[in-house]
Each structure stands twice: as structure tokens, then as C-alpha cells.
């Protein structure tokens, strides 16, 4: 049975650690972040400073503290910003889904997040202006009908998307202090679509931070500096004043002539692998080497951004893909296109072929969307009633891919086609070579780029994912046997017993 929690209860936000420091052995030193970056600023222009340890005993014997500070903040706050990218904080956060929803998505943090594919929520949190809430029979219902889809063996990856935004999340996250500060201060600019969570959330992130070494947190807070992309990789903004159509495919594509030469020497690296596959992991390594080699430095040769309507559980795995350009829809936008009947929901096929399922589905799908909106009529604000949204709802995103991410194994393409990969981005990404081939307005340099990205073997088509540089990262219940396709004496067990070796596993 769901649990049913005041959010502000439950919210959790602890710091781990903030770094770097600076200690030594006999006690005498521990240096704070500002001290470390002091130093470290010294040494780019004076030979004098080529001790850290050395010059920060002096200053801590001397209590010379303001020759730090005033330094650290006058260069920061002028919008200098490797002093400042240098610190980093360490938080562990309870929350709900809007909050893993809006700081994965941030730039240059790193997040590992409670996971909903598989492991199955357990609580319904409900902000400061819905604890009051009633009628909540909906979500109630929605967390029965997940318990009833995944006892009858549906994956929790797709039965989630019929849970509402309130169910809980849980993540350990990295963050430079420079894109905290920048966060506060975005924040400030859209405080009246952000929910009161994430606007909490990052006031405590601040206040602890700021009681460990508040020097280069306040000279960002001060500085002019907005350098990340937080509104485009962001769905809690203002409706969208450049709307996303319904429309999916191609929306603008660039192609230097000298792509060409690169395919063609990729196409022959890749013919050379399949024909002499890898005997060791150290030869497959090197094989994804000498691939990603071909096209990292020579990425923006060929780019094609691409729009998907997918659905919110979707866009969160995505948006965590840290080296690939998007930008998403405002939830609000997508909300009113779905209530309007401009948009449907997602449904995944395993519950649309199941009349009972489907049924269900849908009828509470559209029970949450309208308590939504009873919500908003009632006076209660769209960034706080959003919680009662289901993750089905569909989102417009923009996704730019380079050719690095489209052909270097372990980039976009690579991973994200693999059958380990989420099954509603899988069959997005796996739809990308027919997008490319039947939109390009390059239609040969089109037709060679499909062909490196699919493999023909008579009447099947498989995608070329990671497995491509001949061998299978995966282990054993988990390797598909795709690469069996093209590499037909391959021998799993032979790369998973040298793997365990390495691993002492043995």
C-alpha cells in the first residue's frame, strides 16, 4: 500500500562534501575550497607560489584570511570562472520526481539517482499547497493499477509511466559551486513556475555550503556570470514562446563536404573489425579507439537536430545524457496541449494491445490531468498542482546530434541503441538512420551514414551499437546477441571469463 508523506517532511538535503581541500599529515593544515583555489590561482602567473602546502601555512600562521577572500571574490564576482568551476559539493537528496526531474537536467552536475526501471516507488509526497489535498483517490489508484501491471509481469519501466510526479526520487548529486550559484540566481527569475521543492531544495544546498567556506558561493551569487543552459534542458519554465509542433523528424541539418572522407574511413575501420574481431578486451579498447578517433575531432562536420514527442519518464533518461545538446518543451505547454486534445498520451504497446490494461490507463491517466486542473481552476499554482501529473504526458524535445554522437561507440547512438538501454528511448534512437535517410537533404551522404549505423544481414536489420568495436560490454543476461549478426563465431564467454579475471572474480 502507498504511503502518503507532507513533502516538507520528507525532503531531505544533506551535504557530503565540498571540495577541494587541503590537508597534511601533522595537523597543521586543513584548507578550506576559497584557500585551495587561492593558491592554485597564484601559481598560474608566479613562480614564487610553487608549494601550495608552503604558502597556505604562512597565510593560516599569519591569519592573513582577508588577503584570501578579497582576492578569491574580486576575481570570481568579475566573472572569471575557473576559481570558481574548481570547488565542488557533494549532496545526497530525498525528494520527489520534480526534483530529479529539474537538477539531472542542470549542466555539469552528475547525479546517481534512485531508479524507477527498477526499483518500485513507495510514497505519494505532496508539497506545502496540496497537504490539504482530499481528493487523491487518482494517484492512489495509479500506484494500485503499477502494483497490479508489474505482479502481472509488465516491466516496471513501463508500468511507471502511469505514476504521478509525487511518487519519491533519490539521488546522490555533484555540482560546482559555480552552477549552484548560477542555479540560485536562475531561479530567482522564474520563481513563479518552479515549484516550492526545488526552490527549497537549492536555498539548503546554499545556506550549507555557505556554513563551510561562503567566499567563492557569494562572489558567484554577486558575479554576472550565466554561462549554463539551465532554461533549455529545463520543464519548469514559462510557456514556450517558440512552441513545439507535433510534428516528429528533422527541424535542421548541417554537412560539411569533408564528412565524406571521414565515413569512408570509418566505413573501412569498421569492415576491418568485422572481419578480424578482437581476441582480448585490450584489442576491442582499441578498436573503440581508433572509431572514436575518426569522428570526435572532426564532430561538428555533420549535425542534425532532430524533434521526438516523448513521454516524461522518457525525458528524464534522456536528459541525462550530459554530451548531447537539447531542449525540451515546458511542461506547462505539454500540459495544455494534452488537455486541449492537441497531443495524446504515451502508451507503450505492451498495454495497448491488452484491452483491460489500456482501459485503465487511459481512464486514469486523464482522472490525474483533470484533478489538475480542478487544482489550477481552484486557485492552487500550476508549479505546485504539476504533482499530480502522470509521467505519460508528452513532451516536445529538441536533440542535437553531432556526428561523434551518432558513431563513436560509446557516445549517443552507441549506447542508447543497445537492448540494454530504456525501451521507449531505445525505439526512439533505433528510428534514427530511417529519420536521417528518409529526411536528409543530403540524400547520399544520408545513405552512406545509415549504413554505418545498421547492419544488413538479409531480410534483419540491426542497429550497430556499442558492440560495434567487437565485443559486448554487457554481462551474461544481459548481451542481446546482436553482435552474433555481424560477428558470428563471437564467443561471450570467452570476454566475460577475461573480465572476471581482471576483477579477480574468477
Request: positive net charge; charged residues 25%; contains cysteine.
Amino acid at each position: 500500500m502507498v504511503e502518503i508523506f507532507p513533502l516538507k517532511n520528507y525532503l531531505t538535503v544533506e551535504l557530503l562534501d565540498l571540495t577541494p581541500e587541503l590537508q597534511d599529515y601533522s595537523g597543521t593544515l586543513n584548507a578550506k575550497p576559497s584557500e585551495v583555489v587561492y593558491v592554485g590561482s597564484k601559481i598560474t602567473f608566479s613562480s614564487k607560489y610553487d608549494n601550495p602546502k608552503d604558502i597556505l601555512l604562512k597565510k593560516i600562521k599569519e591569519g592573513d584570511n582577508k588577503t584570501i577572500k578579497t582576492f578569491v571574490y574580486d576575481v570570481v564576482s568579475r566573472g572569471y570562472a575557473s576559481l570558481a568551476t574548481t570547488p565542488i559539493a557533494y549532496f545526497y537528496l530525498k525528494g520527489s520526481r520534480i526534483l530529479d526531474l529539474f537538477l539531472t537536467a542542470v549542466p555539469y552536475t552528475s547525479a546517481l539517482v534512485l531508479s524507477q526501471r527498477y526499483v518500485p516507488p513507495k510514497y505519494i509526497l505532496l508539497p506545502p499547497e496540496l497537504e490539504n489535498l482530499h481528493d487523491i483517490d487518482a494517484l492512489v489508484k495509479a500506484f494500485e493499477f503499477y502494483g497490479q501491471l508489474t505482479a502481472n509481469n509488465v516491466p516496471r519501466e513501463v508500468a511507471r509511466r502511469v505514476l504521478p510526479l509525487s511518487s519519491n526520487s533519490a539521488m546522490l548529486l555533484t555540482i560546482p559551486i559555480n552552477v549552484l550559484g548560477i542555479l540560485y540566481k536562475y531561479l530567482q527569475f522564474y520563481s513563479d513556475t518552479v515549484p516550492w521543492e526545488i526552490k527549497e531544495t537549492v536555498d539548503r544546498m546554499i545556506s550549507l555550503v555557505r556554513k563551510e567556506d561562503p567566499t567563492i558561493l557569494d562572489a558567484v551569487l554577486n558575479s554576472p556570470e550565466f554561462n549554463i543552459n539551465v532554461t533549455g534542458r529545463s520543464l519548469f519554465k514559462p510557456q514556450d514562446s517558440i512552441e513545439f509542433s507535433n510534428r516528429e523528424g528533422i527541424i535542421g541539418e548541417y554537412l560539411d563536404k569533408r564528412a565524406y572522407t571521414l565515413i569512408e574511413s570509418y566505413r573501412k575501420e569498421q569492415e576491418r573489425i568485422f572481419k578480424n574481431p578482437p581476441e582480448t578486451i585490450k584489442e576491442a579498447v582499441k578498436n573503440s579507439w581508433k572509431l572514436s578517433n575518426i569522428v570526435i575531432p572532426y564532430r561538428s562536420y555533420y549535425t542534425v537536430i532532430i524533434q521526438w514527442l516523448v513521454s516524461i519518464a522518457m525525458y528524464n533518461e534522456l536528459k541525462r545524457h550530459r554530451t548531447i545538446e537539447i531542449r525540451v518543451e515546458s511542461i506547462y505547454s505539454a500540459i495544455k496541449n494534452t488537455l486541449e486534445g492537441r497531443r495524446d498520451l504515451y502508451i507503450p504497446n505492451v498495454i495497448e494491445i491488452n484491452k483491460n490494461y489500456l482501459e485503465k490507463y487511459v481512464k486514469l491517466s486523464h482522472e490525474m490531468l483533470s484533478l489538475y486542473q480542478n487544482l489550477v481552476n481552484q486557485g492552487i499554482p500550476s508549479s505546485e498542482a504539476i504533482y499530480v501529473i502522470p509521467h505519460n504526458i508528452k513532451v516536445g524535445v529538441e536533440v542535437v546530434l553531432t556526428l561523434d554522437q551518432l558513431l563513436t561507440p560509446n557516445l549517443f547512438y552507441g549506447i542508447r541503441s543497445c537492448m540494454t538501454a530504456e525501451f521507449e528511448m531505445r525505439d526512439k534512437v533505433w528510428g534514427i538512420p530511417k529519420t536521417i535517410l528518409r529526411e536528409s537533404k543530403y540524400p547520399a551522404f544520408a545513405k552512406k551514414l545509415y549504413n554505418l549505423l545498421v547492419y544488413r544481414n538479409r531480410d534483419l536489420e540491426v542497429p550497430l551499437s556499442k558492440c560495434r568495436i567487437g565485443m559486448c560490454p554487457e554481462p551474461k543476461g544481459r548481451n542481446c546477441r546482436i553482435i552474433n549478426q555481424f560477428i558470428p563465431q563471437y564467443d561471450h564467454k570467452k570476454f566475460e571469463e577475461e573480465r572476471k579475471s581482471y576483477l579477480n572474480l574468477r
